[in-house]
């Protein structure tokens, strides 16, 4: 199976549109002659179009350079990720490697044809003076059905691909289309084929809830989109997937009252479950990369031993296990029916009404949490069993969640929420400095031990501890400084309506 990043830009003209002299745009000095294609695509998607409304498009082609099976993950006109797979001449149904990729988008379900699009393609190059090829450029003639209403639409279509190009020659391109009489396309043509069914709106929630349902929402879909690239252990994917988790179980005790108590702490524990395989992986990629550094910035006359080989070889075996727990946790029919289970939360009716102050109210409240947490934290308030870093570790778990509560009134609130989001950031990114010095510290100890019980010399890894540890002493002075920003009263007085 191939995998491509599309960077490419679509446009819609009437029937007097004329593609305009592209030369001269972002180094283009040449448009070869036009070559016609004819493609013919059916795209596949459950019963509800979960596939569509995910931002997926799978399909499978005859004609063109590329026939096959496709699916598409990401929004059109933008940057998507294209997986490709060869297709037997009756192959009815996707291999079994695309739809583990689109199984979050699907929930598991069965797909089926949704729609067929018909193209009369005219394709072009945009070749710069050495004569390569910067992008392509497509003109279509589309006709599209849908297969479930019969609903049919023709259109025009002009699509721009980079290739060896940048996005100063996209940003040239679009500047001459636009001219032209072109205007940008925002969806896919799968998704103009099934408009009339897309349509169909989502439950009207309560107004006061619509802020929390939809940020709720858009954390589920990034969930989703990021199902594909956690799958082949992609770092940023995987990342994305874990804070999204995190907003979603923090916004669903936040505002724990809008549903069923029993049902949203319960979708909150299978939440934690995946959150648990997602950790791991992340965990181990961020640990490793950060003690390669710190072995790579020591002189080398300090570096005693295979430290460097000894670190690499423990977190390759660790991560190759977190990887192959993360696959089958999303490879499970637990993961897919949690998903189903944050749909009917996310999507159906709230469990009561509120209205915009019991939001305000709630979000204040998890602003405050975290302050009087972190103020007992630097007194050293906390039970006699609780160490000092643990209580710093759990002040900084109560500012994700009250940065979490205030995103959640950005968009009506806008800039003076969108500050106080930075500077809580900053805050809980101190303390997460604070909480990676002390997991490196345990780490590296671990690593000592098993150097000395081989018979290598330990003094590098204590070196390393060291270092950790007076990263850390400075780190409380930056965190209440941190935390003074983060209270000034013009920063915070909007939280009070």
């Not at 500050?419 to 909480?435: F, I, T, W």
Request: aromatic share 4%; glycine share 8%.
């Amino acid at each position: 199976m191939a995998a491509v990043v599309e960077r490419e830009r679509k446009y819609s003209g009437d029937d007097g549109f004329r593609l305009p002299d592209l030369t001269g745009c972002g180094g283009v000095t040449t448009v070869s002659d036009a070559t016609a294609l004819d493609l013919d695509a059916v795209y596949l998607d459950t019963h509800d179009l979960r596939l569509a409304r995910s931002g997926f498009a799978l399909r499978r082609r005859t004609g063109g350079h590329d026939a096959g099976w496709h699916l598409k993950v990401g929004s059109a006109g933008g940057d998507r990720t294209e997986y490709q797979f060869p297709a037997g001449a009756d192959d009815a149904d996707p291999p079994a490697e695309l739809v583990a990729l689109f199984r979050a988008a699907s929930r598991g379900r069965p797909v089926a044809p949704a729609a067929r699009i018909t193209t009369r393609r005219l394709e072009r190059r945009l070749l710069d003076g050495r004569r390569r090829v910067l992008a392509e450029l497509a003109e279509d003639t589309v006709e599209g059905r849908d297969l479930v209403t019969g609903e049919r639409q023709a259109w025009r279509e002009i699509e721009v691909e980079l290739v060896d190009g940048d996005e100063a020659l996209l940003d040239a391109v679009d500047a001459r289309l636009r001219a032209a009489g072109a205007r940008p396309v925002p969806v896919s043509k799968s998704h103009r084929a099934l408009s009339g069914r897309l349509a169909v709106p989502v439950a009207t929630p309560e107004p006061g809830a619509a802020p929390v349902l939809d940020y709720a929402r858009a954390q589920r879909d990034v969930l989703i989109a990021h199902h594909p690239g956690a799958i082949g252990g992609d770092e940023d994917a995987v990342h994305d997937m874990r804070v999204a988790v995190r907003r979603l179980r923090s916004t669903l005790r936040t505002f724990r009252g809008l549903w069923d108590r029993e049902e949203g702490e319960s979708v909150r524990a299978e939440l934690r479950w995946l959150g648990a395989r997602l950790g791991p992986v992340r965990d181990t990629q961020v640990m490793a990369a950060r003690l390669a550094d710190a072995v790579h910035a020591e002189p080398a006359d300090l570096v005693l031993g295979p430290v460097a080989a000894r670190i690499s070889s423990r977190f390759a075996a660790d991560l190759a296990t977190a990887l192959d727990e993360l696959r089958a946790a999303l490879d499970s029919d637990r993961y897919t029916a949690l998903l189903a289970r944050l749909d009917a939360l996310l999507e159906g009716p709230t469990a009561r009404p509120v209205d915009a102050r019991w939001v305000a109210r709630r979000v204040r409240r998890a602003v405050t949490r975290a302050d009087d947490g972190l103020d007992r934290a630097l007194a050293g308030d906390h039970p006699g069993t609780e160490a000092p870093d643990v209580a710093l570790h759990e002040a900084r778990k109560a500012y994700k969640a009250a940065r979490y509560a205030v995103e959640v009134r950005e968009p009506d609130v806008g800039k003076r929420a969108a500050a106080l989001v930075g500077r809580l950031k900053d805050l809980q990114d101190l303390l997460g400095a604070h909480q990676d010095s002390v997991v490196t510290r345990a780490v590296l100890r671990g690593q000592a031990q098993r150097a000395y019980d081989e018979g290598e010399n330990t003094f590098t890894y204590g070196l390393l501890h060291a270092r950790q540890a007076a990263a850390a002493g400075r780190d409380v002075p930056a965190v209440i400084r941190a935390r003074d920003r983060a209270r000034r009263r013009k920063l915070r007085r909007w939280l009070k309506h």
